[in-house]
């Protein structure tokens, strides 16, 4: 079964960090470019980070640049979202995604796999 599953999400403090994964089975990760996307409560969903095949190049959105690290690990399949100093506008769900296409992109349409979710929440 092809899928992925993210993991890291919870509950943190304005300034905090949280790091998010996504592992992927029954496909190897490494030969595909992946997004995160995050969706907060009635808006659409935005893209955040990407990394494209072999991490040639990495694209962020204009909100989190400085802040946030999208990265792989090829041996465990996964790739990573480290957000640190973590905002109240942060909060969302965020969603890891898969493609094929050889560059980055923003667009939600490009990207044919994606996971569950995991919440994010930034609160005092």
């Known amino acids: 079964q092809l899928q992925l599953v993210e993991s890291g999400g919870g509950l943190v403090q304005p300034g905090g960090s949280l790091r998010l994964s996504c592992a992927a089975s029954?496909?190897?990760?490494?030969?595909?470019?992946v997004g995160w996307f995050r969706q907060a409560p009635g808006k659409e969903r935005e893209g955040v980070a990407c990394?494209?095949?072999?991490?040639?190049?990495?694209n962020y959105a204009d909100s989190v640049k400085g802040r946030f690290t999208i990265s792989r690990d090829n041996a465990k399949n996964t790739v990573y979202l480290q957000m640190n100093s973590l905002k109240p506008e942060d909060t969302a769900v965020y969603y890891c995604?898969?493609?094929?296409?050889?560059?980055?992109?923003?667009?939600?349409?490009?990207?044919?796999?994606w996971g569950q979710g995991t919440q994010v929440a930034v609160s005092s």
């Open positions: 029954g496909f190897t990760l490494a030969y595909t470019t």
């Open positions: 995604a898969a493609s094929t296409s050889y560059s980055c992109s923003g667009y939600p349409g490009a990207f044919q796999r």
């Open positions: 990394i494209s095949i072999g991490g040639v190049s990495t």
